[in-house]
Structure formats: C-alpha cells, structure tokens
C-alpha cells in the first residue's frame, strides 16, 4: 500500500482501487508535505475512486498497522544487512575453473593409450566437483526462497485496504503522515536492498550453474572413456615389445611423460585437498584419538600391576604395546585406503605407502630374515607399481619395466611360496592360497604384455602386488584391533566394574571372527578398485538389488528383505551383546546380578523394536504384517502353546523376579547357579559342570528352591556318632571349639549341638551352624568335620563303625558231622 500512492490511475475509474493501484507520477512520496497535500486531494476527489476517506473512528487501528509494519520491516532489514553469505562460493570458483582447465587439457592431450588410472583420477575430480558445485547450488536456492519470501511479505503491506482510511482531525493527521513517511523510506530502503540480493543471488546462481553443466558434460565424457576401456581392454593397445615404433625406443620420452604426470597429480592432490580438507582433519583426529587411547590403557595397567605381572599383560599385546607410532599409522591409513573409493591416485599411493612402511618398520624385528629380505623385495615392487600407477602415457620403457615386474613378481611369489613350506615362523592359513593368487596374477600380466596389452597388463600387474601386501595389512590390522580391546578390558578391569567379569578369550574368538569377516569384505573391495571393475559391480548390485519383483499379487525387492533380515540380525546381535555382557554369570562367578531380569525386558524391547524397524524399513506394508500375525494366533492355537507359554513364563520371571542371574537353585534333581535368563529359557550352570537349559515355563510351573533371593546364608547340618561310655560334656566341648574364629561360619546364629538319639552302635550328636556364602558351605563343612574328627582322635573318644554278633541257634546235622570228621589239614569248605 505504501509506494502505491503512485500506482496506475489510468486504470478503469468506476470501480474503487486501492492505494496500491495509484499511478506513481501521481503521488510520488518524497516528503511529508507532498504525502499530506496528495492524501487531501485524493480525498476530496470522489471522482477518481482511489477509496480513501477521512475517519476519525480507525486512528488507533491505523497507528497500529503503521507501527506494526514498521517492525517487520525492521525485521526484513536486520536479515538483508546481516546478507547472505556466498563469499566463500564466489572465492571458490577459481579453484574450479582451475580444475576444469586441467581435466580439459588432460583430456584434449589423450594419446593412442590413453591411462585408465588417469581418467579414473579425472573422474574422481569431477564427481569431487560436481558434488561440491551441487551443495553449492543447494545453498543459493535456499538464499534466493528466502529472499523471495522477504519480497512477498513487504510487497503486502501495498495490498491493505484498511490504510485507505486517514484521520479527519488536523494533529492526528499530522501525526499519521509523519509515520507513513517513516514507513515509505523504509518501505523503499527494504525493496531496494532485496533487489540487489536478488540480482546478486541470481548472476552467482548462473555461474555455479554454468559449470555445473559443464561438470555434467564432462563426467558423461570420462564415463564413456571408461566404458570405451571397458570394452576394448582385452585387445592389444600397443605395439609388440620386440616390434616397437622407431621413434619410441628413445628412452628420454619417458622422463617428460614422468614429468607431465608428477605434475598433474601433484595438482590434483592439491585442488582435492583444498575441497576435502575436512577429510584430512578427522583422519588426524582419529590417528591422535586412537594413539592417546592406546597409551593411556598401557599406563594405566603398569599402575594397576606391578612391573612383573603388568609386563606379562602387555606381552599379549606385541604390535600395539612394542609399536604403539606404527601401529597408529596402520590403523588409520588402512582405514582411509578402504574408504577411500572416491579419491585421487596419488593420494591413495601416499597413503598405502605410509602404510606399508609402518608394517616394514615392525616386520624388521618379527619376521625371520629370508622372509624380511623377500618382504623387502616385495616393497620394492610396491613402490615401481604405485609410481606407474601415476604416468599418464604409456611408453616403450614402461612396457619393459612391466615385463621386468611381473617377471619379477613372478619369482618373488615362488619364493614366498616356498618359504612358507619349509619356515617355522608362525603364517596366517590362507598364506598358501594368496601366494598362489600372486604367483598366477603375475604370470597373465607377464603374458599380457608380451601380447601388447599393456593397460591390462599394468592393472593386473599392481593389482597382485597391492593386493597381497593389502591382505597381509588386513590381517595385522585385525591383530591390533583385538589387542586394542584387550588393553581396554585389563585397563579397565576393576572388582566394581562389569568389565571385570567379561570373558576376554569368548570375546577374542567372536571378535576376531567379526573382524576377519570385515577385513575380508575390504580387501574383495580394494581387489575390485584396483581392477578398476568395482563401479560396474557396484552398478549391477544396486540394479539387482532395487529392481521391483512381483510374486503373484505381492511386489518387492531384494533390497527389502536384504534390509529386512540385517535390521533382525543387527537386533539379535545387540540382544545377545547385552545378555553376555549384563546378565551372564559363571561358576567361577557366582555373584548376582540384578540387572539380569532387567536385562530380559530390554532384550525383548530390542528384539521387538527391532522387527518394527524391519517391517518399517523394508517397506513391507503393515496390513500384511497383520496378516501375519493372524496366522501367528492361528499357528498358536494348534501347536505353539508351548513357546508362547515359556515366553510369556520369561516375562513373568523380568517383573516378578523369583530368581535371578546369579543365584543359587535347586530345581528338580540339579542344583546349580543361573547363568543366564533367556526369552525362551535360562541357563543353569550345574556343580557337576554341565549347562541345563530349562524352559522358562518350568521355572514358573515347578517347585524352585533359590537359596539366595534374599541372603547368601545357609544352615549346614551334620551327624556324629561317638561311643557308648564316652563323656557327653567332653565330646561336646571338642565340637563346639570347632566354630570360633573360622572363616564363612556365622557366629550369629550360633552354632547347635544336640545330642540327638542312642543309636546301634553308638550315640549321635547333631550339629547345626551356619555359613555366610551358599557356594562355600561344602568346603567350611569339610574343614568342620576334619577338625572334630582329629579332635575326637586326639582326645581317645571312640568313633565306632557298625558291628553284628551273629548267633546260631540251629545247624542241619550232615553239616555237623561232615566238620567233625575233616582231617585237621583240610581246609574248611
């Protein structure tokens, strides 16, 4: 409403207008005096339809609007002068300037053998590009939203119709221009500023878009070489090595080639790190992070231990605590090398070398000499390849130095080979097929190049040497990693701590069994980069895996379940993670746990989250989950009475808690300590060794004796018998000084001895007493018994085993006459 004091008055005047719909030559507000004198004339013209009239009943509804309008233009201002920051997009463009004229003159200088490694890097930078250029633009659309929505709110205030009323009162009016004249210059200060944004939003928008385009083009160029690569790559790309060109044998073509490729990777590497620098900085912080963990977990154990036993614990861990520097660097380089599908040769050669030195630097002091001096050589091979990796031409000396290496790769696998046969140094089982691997990836690129396919030759070539010392890596990567846990447990073990309580050999076994899973997974993924095949596999899985499949009326995908069946896998995992860690006991530790009922409820919380999260997550619809359910009901009622009743029995047993991890049972005919309460069933560990596992129902069902729901105490009875004629008053002062001052026997109860009965052969005495830890009370028996017995001993009193008088009061007459008649010599029958 505010600047349209001037807008458009040749419009049709029998219809009223608005403020808003005034010409601008009109009434163009350039102080108070012109506002008032066109404010009465409008007015007072009735003629001209305009709307505005003179009110003295809408002041206070007027001054408000005014000071109301005058807020959110102050608001709108405060946002423009705070500006939109594209400094950073502006001062950025250069560099991508740069590398496009880079990629483009690497492009236009393409020879007869164009590098795979080359336009790999050249589409490494262009995704980098158009992923930044992207994120760019994504910023800008959001300015320019916002921008507009500044524009469309103030343009608003020109569309009121209720500032078409002025006050009739003189003061009040003159108090109404003067506001509205504040209201007009900001009005226009507002609308000026938000244009200029906008045109400055919107030429830097072009820019970005421009060479969006021109990324686009040039990836879509880069994908076609590589598919070109592709196709073509079994047929020979160069001449014979015995047949060259004249002009190639010259070996001083090699060194600018060398030259040219140095420099543009080095300029590559640089114009990535200036995009990816945050990469840098956490891989930093990571290496810092896991090297301060490290030595902070070996102190600690020195000052837990003393020097002997704390030297045996860290003995266990031979890389990290002997090479703490060099295992750092293994675990982040390697690390970064598995990750790093998207980025630049040379800084993947960077890397893998900064590796590899770490693991030569512990080799040295590990592995045998033969074996170390043939490692060394191994090396070698390494560091030809990866800078042959960077030349961006190939050339007569290359092909050479190809079929030197892998002749050499070759014998260097043989050798390998054999010392694996005949040396006693402890290896890895699958040594003997990855040698094998190496030995016939050399031998076909040795072939290959002698055929003149010297791209394909080159790839398979540094492939067998990348990927066996990639193998050997992720196998001491795997070594430190479970070291490094082992030094978190005996750093942290402490009798208050359920830490203290983890098995670490269970641990060790699952872990490493998890780990070599993981480092197999990374090296098929660098075998598969370094073939330079691993985008078409990447490629077929996605279209394999999301392609929608129709099973009668039912659609899906590969994907779903994948995603359906890991999310239930990942859930009972971490179900049975918190069971091994907070409601899992053993005989050797008996102690109880309370949190073992507690535990139950979280791991059916998991398990159930779990397979909501998985129905939600693979898109199953869940109308059909409730079809499943049905026929669960349906499937209950026949014939799984049974497992429903032990899982609700497992339910019973979480809230009401009659028994719980750690505590000592009799149930039936076992005895024994809970090691575990399950969803299904428990686990018992019997004092015969054995595990029984019983159903949670039997638990509820049957009668169940706990002889520490409330207390460790137990009262321990015994009978003994001494002789007829023995002093009573004795044999009771020897029992009873067999308590005082004994550990696990309880004062409090005292202890109770009875004479109990007359027996056969001798009179009994019962005692009764009480230990203060159920798991102890067979062996505080034991040493009770052991010592009354040497009292008794000690004392003379007697302690008679049974006897019988036989008496016989009639014997057959054949028998008597019959041992009457025997000669003294013969021996009775």
């Not at 919380?605 to 898109?619: D, N």
């Not at 429903?644 to 049972?665: H, R």
Request: hydrophobic share 45%; with cysteine.
């Amino acid at each position: 409403m505010i600047t349209s004091l001037g807008a458009q008055a040749q419009k049709r005047r029998s219809k009223p207008v608005s403020l808003s719909e005034l010409p601008h030559d009109t009434m163009r507000p350039a102080d108070s005096a012109t506002i008032s004198r066109n404010l009465q004339r409008l007015a007072s013209d009735t003629s001209n339809g305009s709307g505005i009239r003179k009110s003295d009943t809408t002041v206070s509804l007027l001054i408000n609007r005014i000071e109301n309008y005058t807020l959110l233009l102050n608001s709108e201002m405060t946002a423009l002068k705070r500006g939109f920051d594209t400094a950073k997009i502006s001062a950025s463009l250069p560099l991508v300037d740069t590398s496009l004229a880079l990629i483009k003159g690497n492009m236009a200088g393409l020879q007869r053998t164009p590098n795979i490694n080359d336009i790999h890097t050249n589409k490494i930078m262009l995704e980098q590009l158009e992923r930044k250029l992207n994120s760019w633009q994504t910023i800008l659309f959001s300015y320019y939203d916002r921008l507009v929505i500044i524009n469309d709110t103030i343009h608003t205030l020109r569309r009121d119709t209720a500032m078409r009323n002025i006050p009739s009162e003189d003061e009040l009016y003159g108090l109404y221009v003067g506001m509205l004249s504040n209201l007009i210059l900001k009005f226009r200060t507002v609308d000026s500023a938000n244009k200029v944004n906008l045109v400055k939003i919107g030429l830097l928008q072009n820019k970005v878009a421009n060479r969006y385009i021109e990324v686009s083009n040039l990836l879509d160029d880069m994908n076609f070489q590589l598919q070109l690569f592709t196709t073509h790559m079994f047929q020979r790309d160069y001449r014979y090595i015995w047949n060259p060109h004249r002009d190639s044998i010259n070996p001083l073509e090699f060194i600018p080639v060398v030259h040219q490729s140095l420099h543009k990777s080095t300029k590559v590497l640089g114009i990535f790190f200036s995009i990816q620098w945050p990469v840098f900085f956490v891989w930093i912080l990571i290496a810092v992070l896991f090297g301060w963990v490290t030595l902070y977990n070996i102190r600690r154990i020195r000052l837990r231990h003393g020097e002997v036993e704390s030297e045996s614990i860290l003995q266990h861990a031979r890389y990290l605590y002997k090479y703490p520097l060099a295992s750092t660097v293994i675990v982040v380089t390697t690390l970064a090398n598995i990750l790093s599908i998207r980025y630049p040769i040379l800084f993947t050669e960077i890397i893998l070398l900064l590796t590899m030195g770490a693991l030569t630097y512990m080799f040295k002091d590990i592995f045998p000499k033969v074996l170390f001096r043939n490692w060394l050589l191994l090396m070698g091979l390494l560091v030809v390849y990866a800078l042959n990796n960077l030349l961006i031409e190939v050339t007569y000396v290359e092909q050479w130095g190809l079929l030197i290496g892998a002749a050499l790769s070759f014998i260097l696998g043989i050798r390998f080979l054999r010392e694996t046969t005949t040396s006693t140094f402890v290896q890895p089982k699958y040594s003997a097929p990855l040698l094998m691997l190496f030995i016939c990836t050399a031998a076909f690129s040795f072939i290959l190049v002698l055929m003149a396919r010297v791209s394909l030759a080159k790839i398979l070539g540094s492939s067998a040497v990348v990927n066996t010392v990639m193998a050997v890596n992720l196998y001491v990567l795997t070594s430190i990693m479970i070291e490094a846990v082992y030094l978190q447990v005996e750093a942290n073990k402490t009798s208050s701590s359920f830490i203290s309580f983890v098995d670490y050999q269970d641990v060790q076994h699952k872990l490493r069994s998890l780990f070599m899973v993981l480092a197999f997974a990374g090296w098929l993924l660098m075998l598969f980069r370094n073939l330079y095949v691993y985008d078409m596999i990447y490629d077929f899985i996605i279209d394999f895996l999301s392609s929608s499949r129709t099973l009668g009326n039912l659609e899906f995908s590969y994907s779903s379940i994948i995603v359906f069946v890991l999310v239930i896998w990942v859930s009972f995992i971490l179900s049975q993670l918190i069971s091994y860690l907070f409601g899992s006991t053993t005989q050797q530790n008996a102690k109880k746990n309370k949190l073992g009922s507690a535990m139950l409820l979280v791991r059916l919380a998991i398990l159930g989250g779990g397979i909501l999260l998985a129905f939600s997550a693979s898109g199953i619809p869940m109308d059909k989950v409730t079809i499943v359910i049905g026929a669960l009901g349906v499937g209950i009622g026949f014939g799984l009475q049974n497992i429903v009743n032990n899982l609700v029995s497992g339910i019973i047993l979480a809230f009401e808690k009659p028994i719980e991890v750690g505590d000592t049972i009799d149930l039936g005919t076992k005895s024994g300590v809970v090691k575990e309460i399950g969803i299904r069933s428990s686990k018992i560990s019997a004092f015969d060794g054995s595990e029984v596992i019983v159903p949670n129902g039997d638990l509820i069902s049957h009668q169940l004796v706990n002889w520490t729901l409330s207390n460790r105490t137990k009262r321990v009875d015994f009978v003994i018998g001494v002789g007829y004629g023995s002093d009573v008053g004795k044999v009771k002062a020897i029992i009873s000084a067999a308590f005082p001052n004994r550990d696990g026997v309880l004062s409090i109860p005292a202890p109770v001895i009875l004479f109990d009965q007359f027996g056969d052969n001798s009179i009994n005495f019962k005692i009764y007493f009480w230990v203060a830890d159920v798991g102890n009370a067979g062996s505080v028996q034991s040493e009770v018994m052991t010592y009354i017995y040497d009292a008794l001993n000690a004392a003379g009193t007697e302690i008679p085993y049974p006897q019988r008088d036989l008496h016989i009061r009639s014997v057959d007459e054949n028998i008597l006459n019959r041992w009457d008649k025997r000669t003294p010599e013969e021996p009775a029958k």
